[in-house]
């Protein structure tokens, strides 16, 4: 089943591969995924597109001995 997510317009996208490249669209294609990729997340522009956008990993402050 392909990853789907739908925008604040109410329009539902499904998300696609295309090797390093994502992107969304409207139908179910070729290259369909399943789940967004590891250290991805799904971000809605302001004019309601949909894109994958790299998740920042957290810096935890070392220990102090």
Known sequence: MA???S???GTT?????????FY????????ALDAVPDGYQVV???TGML??????PSTA???ES
Do not use: C, D, W
């Open 7 to 9: 925008n604040s317009k």
């Open 44 to 46: 809605e522009m302001k």
């Open 3 to 5: 990853y789907s997510h």
């Open 24 to 31: 969304f669209s409207k139908e179910i294609k070729e290259g």
């Open 61 to 63: 402050a070392p220990a």
């Open 51 to 56: 894109v994958l956008k790299r998740t920042q």
């Open 13 to 21: 996208y499904y998300l696609h591969s295309n090797g390093k490249m």
